[in-house]
């Protein structure tokens, strides 16, 4: 079986920012940064095209790579007001092509991506989603942003040509990832759980892990919403694994400041967190993240998420592993509200290919017996 069949993806990392100041200021093709698509635009002190300064751009966890890149001829559609020009259908906005004339009408081209993955493919809405920027985009030196783990595939040109009135809407997507269909066995729990007790280390600054060669699958709260409420961490390791392969100390101070993930790197899982010396949730510093080893299994990942509710104990589902946190707006353990999980699937062993029946050794011919 295949633990999930669809599911939401969220942003591998924080979306970084590609500046196009230089680039966007005459005739050329513009892109985010290799693997990435688009999923906001800065605007500095002007109107014109040239003052579309920077692009924010993301990927999708466990993704690697863009594929199927496409150039889509907008010429005709941004020429008229009131006319939409999107890229088809599961496929993201990855650049833009300008003229050398300074409003919208001047984008003569997309350039249009689908994301990669290794174990499956990714699904976008039936139908973009459409956001209104009417008044976003009107104030000099701003960003506007599609809402999380979303992608930009297209946007809507008003009535005027000049940038910041012409961008009144743009359309967004968000993605699904469905495993490649094949069966899978999802590996058990190599022995029950192991209780880790981390009051006293997690109780200011410093770290709460696992035992070597575990991973977190349950957090327990002692009912308060500091962080050092957090008391016991719950440690599994899958059947057959003989411990870690490899372990990063993945560093989360910016990305866990604000609302958003904090996710470890595909087909890897926490371990541990370690805290500085203050007691919200934007103190966990980093998270440690760490791959398992398996010498004699081909092994698969796939992931969802699951809503949490942390001053009390959270768990992921059985036989799970915790690869990522999300927090709310606010910056204690209740806002710790969402976790990402990821199953670990053994690819059934192939029967052996016969050995070819070989030929018989043909017998000798006899010699004849003399008169």
Not at 83 to 111: D, M, W
Not at 242 to 248: M, S
Not at 276 to 300: G, K, M, N, V, Y
């Amino acid at each position: 079986a295949v633990c999930a069949t669809l599911f939401p993806t969220v942003y591998n990392e924080a979306p970084i920012n590609s500046s196009i100041d230089v680039c966007f200021d005459s005739t050329n093709t513009c892109r985010c940064a290799a693997g990435y698509a688009i999923t906001g635009l800065y605007k500095s002190s002007c109107q014109e095209l040239s003052c579309l300064d920077s692009f924010r751009c993301a990927r999708p966890h466990g993704s690697n790579g863009l594929i199927n890149c496409v150039s889509v001829d907008t010429t005709a559609t941004l020429a008229f007001a009131n006319s939409t020009a999107l890229c088809p259908a599961e496929k993201v906005l990855t650049g833009l092509y300008r003229t050398s004339c300074e409003n919208l009408s001047c984008i003569h081209q997309f350039e249009c991506c689908e994301f990669s993955h290794p174990d499956g493919t990714y699904t976008a809405d039936a139908s973009p989603t459409v956001i209104n920027w009417v008044l976003s985009f009107d104030p000099f030196y701003v960003w506007c942003d599609l809402p999380s783990n979303s992608y930009m595939v297209g946007f809507w040109r008003a009535d005027t040509t000049d940038l910041v009135h012409a961008i009144d809407y743009v359309e967004s997507t968000k993605l699904y990832f469905t495993p490649n269909p094949i069966q899978v066995q999802e590996l058990p729990y190599q022995d029950p759980p192991i209780i880790q007790d981390i009051t006293q280390s997690f109780n200011s600054a410093g770290w709460g892990v696992c035992p070597t060669n575990y991973s977190i699958t349950t957090i327990y709260g002692s009912g308060c919403t500091e962080l050092n409420c957090i008391e016991q961490l719950g440690c599994s390791r899958p059947l057959e694994s003989t411990g870690y392969k490899t372990c990063v100390d993945y560093d989360i101070t910016l990305s866990f400041d604000s609302a958003g993930w904090a996710i470890c790197p595909f087909n890897m899982f926490i371990t541990g967190l370690n805290r500085s010396t203050c007691d919200q949730l934007s103190c966990i510093e980093t998270i440690r993240c760490c791959e398992f080893d398996f010498p004699t299994a081909t092994i698969a990942a796939c992931e969802n998420t699951t809503d949490w509710y942390c001053p009390n104990n959270c768990s992921v589902p059985t036989p799970m592993y915790l690869s990522g946190l999300y927090r709310g707006f606010c910056n204690d353990l209740s806002c710790l509200t969402e976790a990402l999980y990821m199953c670990i699937q053994d690819y059934p062993t192939p029967a052996p290919t016969p050995l070819p029946t070989p030929a018989p050794t043909p017998l000798p011919t006899p010699v004849p017996t003399p008169v």
